[in-house]
């Protein structure tokens, strides 16, 4: 238990729950699609709603030996895959909302790929968007099976801001890779580095582990000794083993339930029982293990380069009602 005692810290904690108290979230399994986070369009929201799609194709090239040119209907008609992916942005902070889960439907990359007759030497599969932003993947990973080039989110078109009329879908790394408004797709024996990458971000974007508190919020009063801590974990394709709780600032943990996955991509809902031993100030905080064993790490990162780490944490007050 936090120990504060005194008019001092009794007004500091009034101030906190006053002014700063935030209420719980209610995360839901799917998000829905106006929910569903974005990274500031800026400049190209404009250019994004004007972009005329009436004659839009997808061209594949590069080190190909058939090179693709497919329309819209021509993608649609081809055997479509469903899958739920979660993606986080590379700059969520500890404990952001910068995170998404979806049901995502298209083609798979990987098949594009093989019916082209892509060159095995080659090294990076580039996707170029329709406002000049690109990035790539390892031609490794593209082959894998499970990247998509997603046309439809929720059960419904994609709307234009998620990446009309196609979007990459890469469970795994950071959302800056799962490219929007895709026009072509370049496979190329360079090392390409993309829009971000040119800017120092990480090229690899393997998403780390993280968790977060969506209840109680932080500085909420509390007026039950009976409490539910929930909240949601991730850790990309690596998958969440165990997410383990403490409620005296990180010098005990106890272990949470947890609900299983939509997929092996995404995340996870996890809740603790709590009962409180008494009245008073606690701290809360959260951590996660992935299926490979490793944790969640404590040093507190900015998501520059390769994504935030540290662990989330929130203060409450419980009180005894009479």
């Not at 719980?24 to 800026?42: A, K, M, Q, S």
């Not at 989110?153 to 994609?158: A, E, Q, R, T």
């Not at 024996?189 to 971000?201: I, K, N, P, T, V």
């Not at 582990?209 to 394709?237: C, H, N, W």
Request: proline share 6%.
């Amino acid at each position: 238990m936090l120990a504060l005692a005194g008019n001092k810290a009794q007004g500091a904690m009034y101030f906190l729950k006053t002014f700063l108290s935030l209420p719980p979230r209610n995360t839901p399994p799917i998000t829905p699609n106006h929910e569903f986070y974005v990274y500031d369009l800026g400049r190209m929201s404009k250019m994004i709603q004007d972009l005329d799609y009436s004659r839009w194709t997808l061209n594949l090239t590069g080190r190909v030996k058939r090179p693709l040119i497919l329309t819209y209907a021509a993608i649609k008609r081809r055997p479509a895959h469903e899958a739920a992916v979660t993606l986080e942005c590379i700059e969520n902070p500890v404990g952001g909302d910068t995170i998404s889960n979806a049901i995502w439907r298209g083609v798979s990359l990987r098949d594009l790929l093989v019916e082209a007759g892509v060159d095995p030497q080659a090294k990076k599969v580039v996707f170029k968007a329709a406002e000049g932003y690109t990035d790539s993947i390892p031609l490794t990973r593209a082959m894998d099976g499970d990247v998509l080039l997603a046309y439809q989110m929720n059960g419904v078109d994609l709307p234009r801001k998620h990446g009309y009329p196609l979007r990459a879908v890469v469970p795994g790394i950071y959302g800056m890779k799962n490219v929007k408004w895709i026009m072509e797709i370049e496979v190329t024996e360079s090392d390409y580095l993309g829009y971000w990458q040119q800017r120092g971000w990480s090229d690899e974007a393997v998403i780390g582990i993280m968790s977060r508190i969506d209840g109680p919020g932080a500085y909420q009063e509390l007026t039950s000794l009976k409490q539910v801590i929930r909240g949601i974990a991730f850790a990309g394709s690596a998958g969440i083993r165990q997410v383990e709780v403490s409620t005296d600032g990180g010098r005990t943990w106890s272990s949470a339930d947890l609900d299983p996955p939509l997929s092996p991509h995404t995340w996870v809902f996890w809740r603790f029982d709590w009962q409180v031993p008494r009245a008073g100030v606690y701290r809360i905080v959260v951590r996660a293990t992935d299926r490979s064993g490793r944790l969640q790490p404590e040093e507190y990162t900015r998501g520059f380069p390769n994504g935030a780490t540290g662990l989330h944490a929130v203060t409450v007050e419980v009180v005894e009602r009479s």
